[in-house]
């Protein structure tokens, strides 16, 4: 069941700025990420909307990756 946004809650979706600003990238890198698919986004009229879980997911992706990555040094 998805609630609404109350304080201390995080909405479902974000926008490409708020994208932008949690990941810490620019609008170039942020859609190299949705054309490969690497973040989950539907279009609602002229916006498109980015799931925080698809975000959370990515984060978690890089991080073990990174974790690997520093293991095999």
């Known amino acids: 069941m998805i ?5 201390g809650e995080r909405a479902v979706v974000a926008t490409v700025n708020e994208t932008m600003f ?12 949705l054309h490969s698919k690497a973040l989950d986004s539907y279009r609602e009229g ?3 909307k980015i799931t925080w879980s698809s975000i959370d997911a990515y ?3 890089r991080l073990a990756e ?6 095999s040094e």
């Open 3 to 7: 609630s609404t946004k109350g304080e």
């Open 22 to 33: 949690a990941l810490r990238i620019g609008r170039a890198k942020l859609y190299e990420l």
């Open 46 to 48: 002229a916006s498109r």
């Open 59 to 61: 984060v978690e992706r």
């Open 66 to 71: 990174e974790s690997k990555r520093r293991g």
